[in-house]
Structures are given as C-alpha cells and as structure tokens.
C-alpha cells in the first residue's frame, strides 16, 4: 500500500523505486534532486543555523533554475537554503546515557550532519554503554543534540541472493 505521506524530497540520488517514479513524473511528488556535496552543506548548514549560503556547484544547471544568482571575484555562484528538519532520525554505532553517539564507516557521512539538523533527532544504536566508556576524542556527535537514544536489534542479511550453478568439468 502506498500512503503518499511524502510532499517533497530533495535528494541527491532517488533509486530505481517505481512508485517514487510515478510519484515524481506525474507531479504528486515535488523532487529537488541537488548535487551531493551541495546536499551534506544545506544540512550542515541547517545544523550550524546558518539559513542559506552561496556555492558555484550547479550554477549553469537545471539545479541552479529559479535560484539567486551572485558573482564574487569573476565566479558565479547560486543561493542555497540550509534544511532543518522537525525530527531527525539517524543510526550511531555507540551512544552513552547522554546521547553522545560514535559512527562508524559511512555511517559517519550523513548521520553526524542530520543530527545537529533535526529539532528533535532520534538516534538508533548497536550498543548503548555506560558513562564515562565512550574516549571524549572519539566522539563524533555530542549529546546535546540527541532528544532519545534507541538500543536496536541489527541483523545483517543478504536481501537478494544470487548465484550461478558450479561448473563441472567435462571428461
């Protein structure tokens, strides 16, 4: 069942969901599809409170349509708006009792971002460890950004397992 609960996305890559599709080409769904590193910026952004900032990437591109346009030393450059989100959900490797969350390999590139971006920003975790285990210098997020902590259950599955029969040799 489809519920349509989505207005908007802005992403800087969609997959190959049918629905989303269909969603999107019939113009049910407003999709602002923005370069990646355009895409972690408005959300760094939105954490730091900064609202908007000015980058050269996708000037001269449909990204830059309808957007504020400036030159700064013989470069062209468009307008971005940060994102702040009512509620940010992401998964951290470790947590202590405070929130302050260590991520670990690509967890780190988006995760850390998208929780100083969310009002209220809830936080799934590996482990939750006691105070005072976590190294202060290994933490990625501290806990003042974090409104609850979630132990989750993680098991790791192949979704879709494809293989091709052994050969065997010919005599």
């Given amino acids: 069942m489809i519920d349509k609960q989505i207005k908007k996305m802005v992403a800087s890559y969609v997959g190959e969901n049918a629905h989303f599709a269909a969603q999107m080409m019939s113009g049910e769904l407003d999709v602002e599809l923005t370069p990646q590193g355009t895409?972690?910026?408005?959300?760094?952004?939105?954490?730091?409170?900064?609202?908007?900032?000015?980058?050269?990437?996708?000037?001269?591109?449909?990204?830059?349509?309808?957007?504020?346009?400036?030159?700064?030393?013989g470069r062209h450059y468009i307008l971005e708006e940060s994102i702040k989100g009512d509620f940010a959900i992401v998964k951290a490797w470790k947590a202590d009792p405070y929130g302050n969350l260590?991520?670990?390999?690509?967890?780190?590139?988006?995760?850390?971002?998208?929780?100083?971006?969310?009002?209220?920003?809830?936080?799934?975790?590996?482990?939750?460890?006691?105070?005072?285990?976590?190294?202060?210098?290994?933490?990625?997020?501290?806990?003042?950004?974090v409104n609850r902590v979630i132990q989750g259950t993680f098991e790791k599955?192949?979704?879709?397992r494809t293989t091709r029969p052994?050969?065997?040799?010919s005599i």
């Fill in 39 to 73: 895409l972690a910026e408005k959300i760094r952004a939105g954490g730091a409170g900064i609202p908007a900032f000015y980058t050269a990437t996708g000037y001269g591109t449909p990204v830059a349509e309808g957007k504020e346009v400036k030159a700064y030393d």
């Fill in 102 to 145: 260590i991520f670990r390999k690509t967890a780190r590139n988006f995760n850390p971002l998208a929780a100083t971006a969310g009002k209220i920003t809830v936080v799934e975790v590996e482990e939750i460890v006691a105070l005072g285990e976590l190294d202060p210098d290994q933490i990625h997020t501290p806990g003042i950004y």
């Fill in 157 to 160: 599955t192949i979704e879709q």
């Fill in 166 to 169: 052994s050969a065997t040799p």
